[in-house]
Structure formats: C-alpha cells, structure tokens
C-alpha cells in the first residue's frame, strides 16, 4: 500500500487476519477506541508500545504495521536508500537559519525529560533488537524532542537535558553505522560528544569514543581507532578501589574495543595485554552491575565478552580451531549485550565454515536467522560465510542455507 498510513496497514493487516476491532483489542490488550481512532487517522503518531501490542496480537512485526520506506533500508534493498534515510538524515543534519536555529522543530511542547527517557530506553531495546525498520521512525522524533528540550530545561536539570542529547545522538549514530552512512553516523557521534561533555559524564562520553572507534575500524581506519581507544581508556583509568561498576565498564569496554584494532593490525601481543586487563576490571565488577541510567549505555561489559573479544582476536587471525576452544567457554545463550552475542556467533560460524563443518556453520547462521533477520542481513561477514558455506559444499544445497542465500543475497 503505497503511502498508506499506520492506520491503513493496521485496518488491512485486521481484516485480512479476519478480527473485528473488539477482537483485536481482546487478543492486544489495546483499547477499541484507540484501534478505532488509529484507523482513522485522527490520533497522533502512536505509541511504540502500542504498536508492539498490535503486532503481536496480529502475528506481523512492528514493521509491517509502519511499513514505510524505513522497512526497504533496514533490508538493504537497492532504489531506496536516499529516501528511507531522508527523515532521520533531515534531523542528524538540519538545515540551519541566518540565526542558526534548525528548521526542524517540534509542532508543540517537547514531552518532560523523564518522559522523553523512558522514550529514549525504549527506542534503545528496539535498536538492540534488530529492528531498523522501526529504529528509522522512531529516533527522529525522539532527536527533535530532545533537542527542544535542552533549549527549555532550566539551569538546575541543564546536565541531566545534554546527559539525554548525547544518548539519544549516540543511539541514532549506532544505527546509521548499522545502515553503512558513515558520514551521517559521525555527524551524530561528533554532536553525541559535544552534548557528553556538555553533561560532564564521563561515562556517557567515553560510551561515544567506543562508538567513534568501531565506526573507524569500519572505515579501514584501524591505527586511528585503535589509538583512539588506547589514549581514551588512558585518559578514564579509574581507581579500582573506589571505581564504580560503570566506570570499570566503560573502560574495560574501550580496552576491548583497542584489542580488536590491534588485532586487525596484526598486533597480538598487545592485543593479549589488552584483553588481560580488561578481563581483571570484569572480575573486578564480579556480580555487580552499572547503575540502570548508564546500564544502557555499558550493560554487557563482563568475563564472557572478554572471552568473546579472545575469539574474536583468533578469528581475525585465522585460527579457527582456536575460535572453537575459546568458544566453548562462553555462554550458549545471549549474554545482556545481545549485540556482542550475536557478533560472536558469527566468529564461530566463521570457524565452523573454515574447517569444513558446513551443517555446524548453517545451524548457527540459522539461530541468528531466526533471533535477529534484520541485524543478519547487515552484516558483511555474514555475508562472506555464507558464501564460504554455499561454494563449500560438495553436497545438495539445503533449504536452510538456500533460505539463508536468500536472505543475504548471496548466489547459489
């Protein structure tokens, strides 16, 4: 449905599920009025939390009911880039008066700052989720709120307004770097940075410099990342005695992300100095977790991603048997930073590949397949095994790694 409103897809997607409006409501715990006034066009944009409701009731993703061009540039399809990135292209870089006021303003009142943090959390667990599609609607609106709302907040909530700026510049920045627009992405962590310092949060600035790193590497840009990294976690070394579980985090975060520069410039032994000591800030943190407003930005920083980062560093090495050692010490299931996890699985799909275990390697790429569609067809490595897989195999293609092909578009 060309140009069809939330409301259509949400009219057409109900009929063709054969529910009535009080049905849909029963199974979605959604009022029928809001159903009614959703398919009518006549309320706002909706609630994120609404739409999950819905989609879920109705057995679709949360895409299917917003269904825009967001939908074409989290799937990669060719023809479509420039346009389901103009909104979120028009916010990370707005056009600017005589007076240097962006013209992208909110129709009204922005939301309260704790208001638009519970926004902000929720936008987040879409994003980690793998659902570009919807991460494309929301961060926008969310930006020009926040951005609105930093201009009204008084002197005493000041830092707790750019603590929220730089958050929400940092998430859209992780999203265009998944997207592959580089220069916007650094546009949005370069803003992230100045609204970091701005709040004086050490935590939520050196958070961005990770981001920044990984955006380099990248780039190819490997010595400037990882020297980034380095003189960063030089920079916020905290005082073990005293240091909270945040400060360990971000800092052991930065050692990490130096090691997988190094090891990308073929650098092992500091690759190992790195990693040993990020590993002794992990056991450090033990059992203990950041506080919930930075756990956001630093949740997942723990003894089983210093062992995946050990994998990693034996992958980018090419040493696949040592990728299988090493990955028989992490935990089988996603640890809280389910981005890491699902990198991880990747190298071991890579392992598997390598030394010839075909059906090991789809199984892994399937499970990833079947948690996170979207975040796998983004990924140029994944791409690379299936590929390895597909041109390996002396026997029948098999529907799962046909299916997988399909999705990564690779041939067969």
């Known amino acids: 449905m060309t140009g069809a409103t939330v409301g259509d897809r949400l009219a057409e997607i109900r009929r063709e599920s054969r529910l009535t409006q009080e049905q849909l409501a029963e199974r979605s715990g959604v009022s029928v009025e809001v159903i009614r006034k959703l398919e009518q066009g006549s309320r706002g944009t909706a609630r994120l939390g609404t739409l999950h409701a819905l989609a879920r009731a109705l057995g679709v993703s949360t895409s299917a009911l917003l269904g825009d061009a967001s939908q074409a540039a989290a799937r990669r399809e060719s023809g479509h880039r420039q346009l389901s990135l103009a909104e979120i292209r028009r916010v990370v870089a707005p056009v600017r008066g005589i007076d240097g006021v962006p013209l992208v303003v909110p129709a009204g009142e922005p939301p309260s700052l704790d208001t638009l943090r519970r926004n902000l959390h929720a936008a987040d667990r879409v994003y980690n989720a793998g659902d570009y599609a919807v991460a494309l609607r929301v961060v926008p609106p969310l930006l020009v709120n926040v951005r609105a709302a930093v201009g009204l907040a008084s002197d005493e909530r000041q830092a707790e307004a750019y603590d929220l700026l730089a958050r929400a510049q940092h998430l859209a920045g992780g999203l265009l770097i998944q997207l592959r627009a580089d220069d916007l992405a650094q546009t949005a962590l370069s803003g992230a940075l100045d609204a970091a310092q701005r709040s004086g949060d050490q935590v939520v600035s050196a958070t961005v410099i990770r981001t920044m790193c990984w955006l380099l590497m990248r780039q190819g840009r490997i010595g400037e990342a990882a020297e980034l990294a380095v003189v960063t976690a030089d920079g916020v070394e905290p005082r073990l005695s005293r240091a909270t579980p945040a400060d360990l985090a971000a800092w052991g975060w930065l050692l990490l992300?130096?090691?997988?520069?190094?090891?990308?410039?073929?650098?092992?032994?500091?690759?190992?100095?790195?990693?040993?000591?990020?590993?002794?800030?992990?056991?450090?943190?033990?059992?203990?977790?950041?506080?919930?407003?930075?756990?956001?930005?630093?949740?997942?920083?723990?003894?089983?991603?210093?062992?995946?980062?050990?994998?990693?560093?034996?992958?980018?090495?090419?040493?696949?048997?040592?990728?299988?050692?090493?990955?028989?010490?992490?935990?089988?299931?996603?640890?809280?930073?389910?981005?890491?996890?699902?990198?991880?699985?990747?190298?071991?799909?890579?392992?598997?590949?390598?030394?010839?275990?075909?059906?090991?390697?789809?199984?892994?790429?399937?499970?990833?397949?079947?948690?996170?569609?979207?975040?796998?067809?983004?990924?140029?490595?994944?791409?690379?095994?299936?590929?390895?897989?597909?041109?390996?195999?002396?026997?029948?293609?098999?529907?799962?790694?046909?299916?997988?092909?399909?999705?990564?578009?690779?041939?067969?």
């Open 257 to 412: 992300t130096a090691a997988a520069a190094q090891a990308r410039d073929n650098r092992p032994d500091e690759v190992a100095d790195l990693i040993g000591v990020a590993a002794a800030a992990a056991v450090r943190i033990g059992e203990r977790v950041p506080a919930s407003d930075h756990l956001m930005l630093v949740g997942g920083f723990d003894t089983a991603k210093v062992q995946m980062q050990r994998a990693e560093a034996a992958a980018v090495a090419g040493d696949a048997g040592r990728v299988l050692e090493l990955s028989a010490l992490v935990p089988p299931v996603p640890t809280i930073s389910k981005s890491a996890w699902r990198r991880h699985r990747l190298d071991l799909a890579w392992a598997y590949s390598e030394l010839r275990r075909y059906g090991k390697a789809t199984a892994v790429l399937t499970q990833l397949r079947d948690t996170a569609p979207t975040w796998l067809r983004q990924q140029r490595y994944a791409r690379y095994i299936v590929d390895s897989v597909v041109t390996g195999r002396r026997r029948a293609v098999t529907d799962e790694l046909a299916e997988l092909a399909e999705l990564m578009g690779c041939a067969l």
